[in-house]
């Protein structure tokens, strides 16, 4: 079946870059996806990248998608202590459920 | 913004109870679907829902869990006799689209004694 991991943990400055990874089996997913999770919150859409897509770009997000490599990474310029959370990457599949990966803690040091 | 709600926020109940978890999709959303997140664990699909019947479930989606949608706004999940490893955060999310995005509701986390 589809699997889809990521390291536990990350830790940066603030002011640095974060660079979170994730890497899936299903290549036919549609459409993959990060979500932020505050503690004791739910499920927040970040953002999300068409498969037939190599970058996207939304404000401090870049998302870069590797398809022969079937690696995807969200980049935080900038990173702020409010972008402490878990980070989920999600990969869909053809009848739209989502298999999500274990989750990045990202630790943002003031 | 139009968001997914669910209600109550937090559910304890003691094993062999029925608890109903409610959710109210996006309102002119098309599909929904509910999934479990285990303390420390991935995140879970658990079923999905569309044009009134179930369209894909997982196998933790036994006889135990149902789903209704029983008017135009509510979506629930059903437990009927619940374990303790029913203990989760429950996430509803909807869809508008077959192309579209999920989006999620902030959970409703379950407590089972």
């Known amino acids: 079946g589809e699997d889809v991991e990521q390291s536990l943990f990350l830790s940066v400055r603030e002011g640095d870059s974060s660079v979170i990874n994730c890497t899936y089996t299903d290549s036919s997913s549609t459409y993959l996806y990060w979500y932020k999770q505050e503690p004791g919150a739910g499920l927040q859409l970040l953002t999300y990248i068409f498969s037939n897509m190599d970058m996207k770009q939304d404000q401090r997000l870049t998302v870069l998608l590797n398809k022969k490599d079937k690696h995807l990474s969200l980049r935080i310029a900038d990173t702020q202590t409010g972008d402490s959370a878990i980070y989920f990457c999600?990969?869909?599949?053809?009848?739209?459920?989502?298999?999500f990966g274990g989750g990045t803690r990202l630790m943002v040091k003031p | 913004e139009p968001e997914v709600t669910q209600t109550p926020s937090h559910q304890v109940t003691q094993m062999g109870q029925e608890v109903i978890l409610r959710c109210v999709p996006i309102s002119n959303h098309l599909y929904f679907y509910w999934y479990r997140q285990i303390l420390g664990q991935k995140v879970e699909f658990l079923v999905s829902?569309?044009?009134?019947?179930?369209?894909?479930k997982s196998e933790i989606f036994d006889d135990q869990f149902s789903v209704e949608r029983p008017d135009g706004s509510n979506f629930t999940l059903k437990i009927r006799s619940t374990k303790l490893e029913d203990s989760a955060m429950y996430f509803c999310?909807?869809?508008?689209?077959?192309?579209?995005?999920?989006?999620f509701g902030p959970g409703t986390r379950l407590t089972v004694l």
């Open positions: 829902f569309y044009n009134n019947e179930i369209s894909e």
């Open positions: 999600a990969e869909d599949n053809a009848g739209n459920m989502l298999t």
């Open positions: 999310a909807s869809m508008g689209g077959r192309t579209d995005t999920q989006y």
